[in-house]
């Protein structure tokens, strides 16, 4: 990569191996299972006995997953959120991650700044960076993660039957509306100014800087029957453990959690279809017999993020969101969905 030297860029230009050593130097995060992390062709990683590796990776492309301006502080957070909440709907620990950054130009406060956002969260849960690459061309960010997880007591897609409960943690539809929030040709905007204080910033602060829910999903193992992290929107994330168990759910749209901030600035009808198909949540959809719920629900609210009954798996072959007379929520589409 080349060097700096145009005056009219007003950040420092450096080289590919320099700024690897910014990203090192901020993310190489101390473990004793890194055997060899950043620096050679390839990181050497120890596996605990007994369990399995649980991989999962995710890319965040510039104008299609965050708005083109996001500060590169909340994208190197939300590319390890989202990435951990993969983690956490299997009820996998984190441990290592490798990075694919590709950067329209070697910006070094950009990447300090990206790599800073990215060790913030990965020093809550001791997740190292053990290696990646870094190429020129569209911002593009893909991150893999690694965690560990006893293979008899990962949670799956498959599993849920009918009769089960369906939960959510957290709230729902804050980063949808966060997203809303950010658009300058929305009327609803104007009504979130007007809302509490610190409502629009709440709600952008939930688009940007998602909580995975990896102690949730800890506390899920051999409790949850089947379980997913919300990405795309509850109704399409739901409707895929649905097909994975061969079963279909009914959601009560009242039912619904919802954060102070999103009551106040949305009436119910507006609010329902952000929580049902807005995308970026990140909290964990999963079901349970009935008679599990109310232990499940203690040791979530123990484990600091509780968790609502939303509804139940039926024989059906489709998710349903009915209002509170029992009739169908009209929702323009399922969730986010890529090529559509
Ligand atoms: P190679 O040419 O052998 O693939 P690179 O020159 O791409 O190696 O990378 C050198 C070292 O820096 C490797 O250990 C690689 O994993 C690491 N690395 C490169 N880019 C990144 C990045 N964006 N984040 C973390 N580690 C990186
Ligand atoms: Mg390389």
Not at 273 to 300: I, K, M
Request: hydrophobic share 50%; charged share 20%; aromatic share 4%.
């Amino acid at each position: 990569m080349a060097r700096g030297g145009n005056a009219l860029k007003l950040a420092p230009l450096v080289a590919e191996f320099d700024l690897i050593d910014l990203i090192r130097a901020r993310c190489a995060i101390a473990r004793e299972d890194v055997r060899l992390g950043i620096g050679d062709d390839a990181a050497l990683l120890a596996v605990p006995l007994g369990q399995a590796l649980a991989v999962s990776t995710d890319t965040l492309v510039a104008g299609v997953h965050f708005p083109q301006g996001t500060k590169s502080y909340d994208l190197g957070w939300k590319a390890l959120a989202v990435n951990l909440s993969d983690l956490a709907a299997m009820g996998a620990t984190p441990a290592w991650a490798t990075l694919a950054l590709t950067l329209p130009q070697a910006d070094a406060r950009w990447v300090e700044e990206f790599a800073d956002g990215f060790a913030a969260l990965a020093r809550e849960f001791k997740l190292s960076l053990v290696g990646g690459d870094t190429t020129m061309g569209p911002l593009t960010i893909t991150l893999t993660v690694h965690g560990f997880v006893n293979e008899a007591a990962a949670l799956r897609r498959a599993g849920a039957r009918v009769g089960d409960a369906v939960f959510v943690t957290g709230t729902l539809g804050d980063a949808a509306a966060g997203l809303r929030c950010l658009d300058k040709n929305d009327a609803a905007a104007d009504r979130l100014l007007a809302t509490p204080p610190g409502s629009r910033e709440f709600l952008i602060e939930r688009l940007n800087r998602p909580t995975p829910r990896v102690a949730q999903g800890l506390a899920l193992r051999g409790q949850a029957s089947a379980c997913i992290d919300i990405s795309d929107g509850l109704v399409a994330d739901l409707a895929h453990v649905c097909a994975a168990s061969g079963v279909g759910a009914e959601i009560d749209a009242a039912e619904l959690p919802s954060s102070p901030a999103l009551l106040g600035a949305f009436d119910a009808d507006a609010r329902h279809v952000l929580q049902a198909t807005g995308g970026d949540d990140y909290e964990l959809c999963f079901t349970a017999p009935e008679s599990a719920a109310s232990r499940l629900l203690g040791d979530l609210a123990r484990s600091g993020c509780g968790a609502t009954r939303i509804g139940r798996i039926v024989a059906a072959a489709d998710v349903r969101v009915r209002d509170a007379q029992g009739n169908d929520l009209v929702l323009p589409r399922r969730g986010w969905e890529h090529f559509a």
